[in-house]
């Protein structure tokens, strides 16, 4: 998937600057609900089970404040009970933005990395992910675009829990929004490929 992206430059110091991409705007045309809107949501490790939904073409904007968690993110293509996965994360400790895919569905070859991770500092206790998931490639957008990462999955589809995620300790939810989204695809587009 990679979708289209504005480039930007940001002043990062005297004589610094960051490239930094954001999805483009006409992206949200495709946005259909939402299918959730959530704020100011206390979760720890026991309650995270219970913030779960159902979306397999979706665009998710979490917005994690980090009290005691180590590591938090979001499960998805989730079969609920561990056996497929794909998890994208941020971990305080290591400070890495990571897309684990090591239980995604099935894996292609040996080469086939399980996990990937970028280098990533919080500025404060606070993380923002903008996720696109498809059927096949998960697209995150940390920060309004200060970092990105893409990769493919290659879930079972039947499987399409949403969840979120921390293996211990506690956070605060201050915004989850999730919409599915639309095919860039009319009817009309599919029936004149399919001829």
Partial sequence: MTIPRK????????????????????????????????????????????????????????????????????????????????????NKGSKKVFIDRSKSGKIPSDKFAPKIEAPYTLHGESIEFRIFVDRGSVEVFIDGGALTMTSQIFPDNTKDAVSVYAPKGLYYIDELRLWNLNSIWSSTDVAEIEE
């Fill in 7 to 90: 480039l930007t430059l940001n002043k990062v110091g005297s004589n610094q600057f960051a490239l930094n991409q954001a999805p483009v705007e006409a992206l949200q045309k495709l946005r259909n609900g939402p299918l959730v809107a959530q704020s100011d949501i206390f979760v720890d490790a026991e309650s995270a089970s219970a913030v779960e939904y159902h979306a397999k073409v979706f665009e998710l904007v979490i917005k994690y404040r980090i009290v005691t968690a180590e590591e938090v993110g979001v499960r998805v293509y989730s079969s609920g009970d561990g056996k497929q996965e794909t998890i994208i994360g941020y």
